[in-house]
């Protein structure tokens, strides 16, 4: 048995998709999951399972949603020791951290071919800073000093596809480690 997150995309958020995590967690445990975790309402699973790969079980995983809740909802699906990797190389290391700074970490469902994106990329108006793209996760910064609004999801939408793509602020991803058993 392995470790594993998962990823949803665009549940509970201004009222659509809504997916309670009490019936997610229960459909998780039905379907075959064990010692199923659920964390915040955004759509964060910490589970055990056993013979499938990350992408046999966003497949089982979307199928289920889809039948429990009537829609579909991408997932995006990790092995928890590459989650506990990544907090290990603690890639916002650099950055100076105020109230106005926001660290994301974007998970791509499928690899993508950005090689032509010269990194770090920075928008126009110097809100945002796509800092490192790497096995299949885009590390970035929001700035709000400037903006109170931003495009930056809207630019991981145009490089990757609206449903390849979901984005944690880097403080979900800490606490996934605290929920972890490793």
């Not at 509970?12 to 659920?38: A, C, I």
């Not at 993508?112 to 809100?127: R, V």
């Amino acid at each position: 048995m392995e470790q594993f997150a998962v990823f949803l995309r665009g549940i509970n958020v201004g009222g659509n998709k809504k997916v309670p995590m009490e019936d997610l967690k229960k459909m998780m445990t039905e379907s075959g999951f064990e010692d199923v975790e659920t964390l915040l309402n955004s759509g964060n699973i910490l589970f055990f399972s056993g013979g499938l790969n990350t992408e046999e079980l966003e497949g089982v995983i979307e199928k289920a949603i889809e039948q429990k809740f009537g829609f579909f909802v991408p997932v995006i699906a990790r092995k928890m020791e590459d989650i506990l990797g990544m907090i290990s190389q603690d890639p916002f290391s650099g950055i100076e951290i105020h109230k106005k700074i926001r660290l994301y970490v974007s998970f791509v469902k499928e690899d993508s071919n950005i090689e032509s994106l010269e990194l770090p990329w920075i928008s126009e108006d110097n809100s945002y800073r796509i800092l490192e793209y790497k096995d299949r996760v885009v590390y970035s910064v929001l700035d709000l000093t400037g903006t109170k609004t931003t495009k930056a999801m809207e630019y991981l939408d145009k490089l990757f596809g609206k449903f390849n793509v979901t984005t944690r602020n880097w403080n979900t991803i800490l606490k996934m480690k605290k929920k972890s058993i490793h």
